[in-house]
């Protein structure tokens, strides 16, 4: 009669485990790597906070890494239901005509890298001499007035900083956290900064209702999150200085 309990209680267990994962909703998600906030391996200060929401409710995340052009591109075709970073009020208005970006925000800065100081000049730079990664440079166009021909995009940030220091390209134009992160790495010293914008970043759903039914539950989880509990390692490098270089 105790086998026969047991093995009932065991079923029973098994069934309502199987009905709360049937129930548990899957976010596909879609991140261009933002060391360490996004690492290539799927790992990351922003992977944390939003594994961190599962606890309190019936997501699960599905995290890929690929570049931003390509999930904007996903996210169009309603095959993802969650893309980040984006700059919050910033992207342009292609892309908000089926994305909307969530409430959260995450501050960040966008700087010049460089060799040479005097190639912050921009002016006098050759066309396909400003390096960012793939889906960025229209953005970086739009919001600096520099013309688009003098950017070219690369898959991932390694391959960017090697370019720099090679000289392939003369300039990097990118987020201040994740380029710092990946000199540091690659130990790449001697490098001139200089910040352009403020620019806060965020996360987007598309605009069809299931994407709005998920950026209202994540609003509200979101709601509830301290940005300086999971980030704040980070925050030393929103406290630089405007420019300067960098020697580790």
């Known amino acids: ?6 093995l009932t209680a065991l079923s029973l267990f098994s069934l309502l485990l199987f009905a709360s994962n049937a129930y548990a909703e899957k976010v596909n998600v879609g991140f261009e ?15 944390d906070m939003l594994n961190s929401l599962t606890k ?27 893309i ?21 925000i995450f501050n960040t800065n966008v700087d010049f890298f460089s060799k040479n100081k005097a190639y912050f000049t921009i002016e006098n730079l050759p066309t396909s001499s400003i390096g960012t990664l793939i889906g960025n440079a229209d953005f970086f166009s739009e ?24 000289e392939r390209i003369k300039v990097i134009l990118f987020e201040r956290i994740s380029m710092m992160t990946t000199l ?10 200089q910040k352009l914008a403020n620019v806060p970043a965020s996360l987007a759903v598309s605009k069809a209702e299931e994407g709005q039914q998920l950026k209202i539950k994540l609003d509200k ?4 999150i301290d940005n300086n509990k999971f980030f704040k390692d980070l925050s030393q490098y929103n406290q630089l200085a405007n ?6």
Not at 33 to 47: K, S, V, W
Not at 153 to 166: A, F, I, R
């Open 243 to 248: 420019d300067g270089i960098l020697t580790f």
């Open 221 to 224: 989880l979101l709601s509830s």
């Open 84 to 104: 980040g970073f984006t700059p919050k009020n910033n992207e342009t208005e292609k892309f908000y005509q089926y994305a909307e970006e969530l409430s959260w």
């Open 143 to 166: 919001i600096t007035k520099i013309p688009r021909e003098k950017f070219v995009e690369v898959s991932s940030l390694n391959q960017l900083v090697k370019m720099l220091d090679k």
């Open 1 to 6: 009669m105790d086998l026969i309990l047991r």
């Open 33 to 47: 790597p933002f060391p360490p906030l996004i690492n290539e391996d799927g790992t990351g200060y922003l992977i």
């Open 56 to 82: 309190d409710s019936d997501l699960t995340f599905n995290f890929q890494m690929m570049t931003y052009a390509r999930a904007k591109k996903e996210l169009k075709e309603q095959r993802l239901q969650l």
């Open 184 to 193: 540091k790495q690659l130990n790449i010293t001697d490098i001139y900064y």
